[in-house]
């Protein structure tokens, strides 16, 4: 992604940003939801976020749009991206810097702000919601690889991102988790969660041994074989991640991360849901790919992939679990004891990815090389 330092005109120079702001502070609860059901953290959230609209405003932060990488079939696009007041304006970090997990957190959503998407020469409108995410599908008439994708917002500096367009013929792909399976994060901790999320230094996270390697392999012997990642990490933190990935050489492929923050109808977020939402929606979109999942056994990946591989056994080609350490399970609260469920669909299990790559090569996932 990368930003142009100029405004663009067309629609979205005629609206105040501001008043777009004001429009969504005092609409703050869906259509569907009747007051008494919007949950209560839920409307202390939205008044916080009023308020902090009010304080950066004070301060010159400038609406800005963050675009994320996403993906695409041949008939419509994914797009995602969130909507906020930022200081600078500018929607992408420098890539080299040392950054702290915090300030990943600092931006101040706009919630229900219209934004625009430009696909080659056609303009969308799209639409964030309450906590500033944009997750819209653009119908369209697409060839295969990659396309790239413009957004703005109201007085916005213009932001790129890149969707991947999968074919139809396509027919193997990846879908893999992040924490504890590519990266070494021991996320269901409490305290050292909170201090891997906000105050370490995204340059000191730990790559898992070999599944860089492993991933490399599969896009190799399977080229076009897109690869998702699916976590249950907010939106917030996306820029680092992405900037874990490259620098530890894992393939280029979109983030399905989550919202940060309660949701209309709950205190807190349900990752799992989000993962087996995610999963279902993949399924649908791409009913003949065949998808290797690949996950950890620390908690709640054995028992989504499971669920998926019963309900959607056409559509997995192999389920590979990354084995945590005995120190790693136990922070984490024990190991999963969901293995090894689907009829016909290999699962396998190893430390590392090393240890993985041989297993599927054994199972012809991955041809010998």
């Known amino acids: 992604m ?55 405003r004070k301060r010159d932060w400038r609406p800005t749009v963050i675009a994320y990488d996403s993906y695409g079939t041949q008939t419509s696009i994914r797009v995602l991206a969130r909507v906020v007041l930022t200081k600078t304006g500018q929607p992408a970090a420098d890539t080299k810097a040392s950054i702290r997990g915090w300030r990943s957190f600092g931006n101040v959503p706009l919630s ?29 008439d697409f060839a295969p690889g990659p396309v790239e994708i413009e957004m703005w ?12 367009i999968i074919g139809q013929e396509q027919t193997f792909g990846i879908i893999s988790d992040i924490d504890d399976t590519v990266m070494v994060t021991a ?29 490399d392999r599969l896009t190799y012997m399977r080229p076009n074989s897109p690869i998702i990642y699916l976590s249950t990490g907010a939106w917030n933190v996306a820029p680092t991640l992405k900037r874990f990935l490259g620098r530890n050489l894992y393939p280029d492929g979109p983030l399905l991360l989550t919202d940060w923050g309660p949701t209309a109808t709950r205190a807190f977020r349900s990752g799992q849901e989000h993962k087996r939402s995610t999963l279902e929606r993949l399924a649908r979109e791409f009913p003949t790919m065949k998808w290797l999942l690949v996950g950890d056994d620390g908690q709640h ?69």
Do not use: C
């Open 2 to 56: 990368s930003a142009v330092p100029e405004f663009p005109g067309g629609r979205g120079a005629r609206r105040d940003p501001w008043d777009n702001a004001l429009v969504a502070m005092k609409n703050q609860t869906p259509l569907n939801l009747s007051p008494e059901v919007f949950h209560t953290a839920a409307r202390w959230e939205d008044r916080y976020h009023e308020w902090a609209r009010g304080v950066v």
């Open 112 to 140: 229900d702000e219209t934004a625009w998407v430009r696909v080659g020469d056609t303009e969308h409108m799209v639409t964030a919601d309450r906590g500033g995410i944009v997750d819209a599908v653009i119908p369209g």
């Open 153 to 164: 917002t109201t007085d916005s500096l213009v932001d790129r991102a890149t969707v991947r």
């Open 187 to 215: 996320l269901p901790r409490p305290m050292l969660a909170a201090w891997n999320t906000f105050v370490l230094d995204e340059h000191a996270r730990n790559p898992v041994a070999g599944m860089s390697v492993l991933y």
């Open 301 to 369: 990946d054995e028992a989504i992939y499971g669920e998926f591989v019963e309900n959607h056994p056409d559509n997995v080609a192999a389920v590979a679990i990354r084995q945590l350490t005995v120190g790693e399970a136990v922070w984490a609260g024990g190991r999963s004891q969901q293995g090894g469920r689907g009829t016909g669909v290999p699962w396998v299990y190893a430390s590392d990815g090393a240890g993985l790559a041989s297993k599927l090569t054994e199972r012809g996932i991955i041809s010998a090389i």
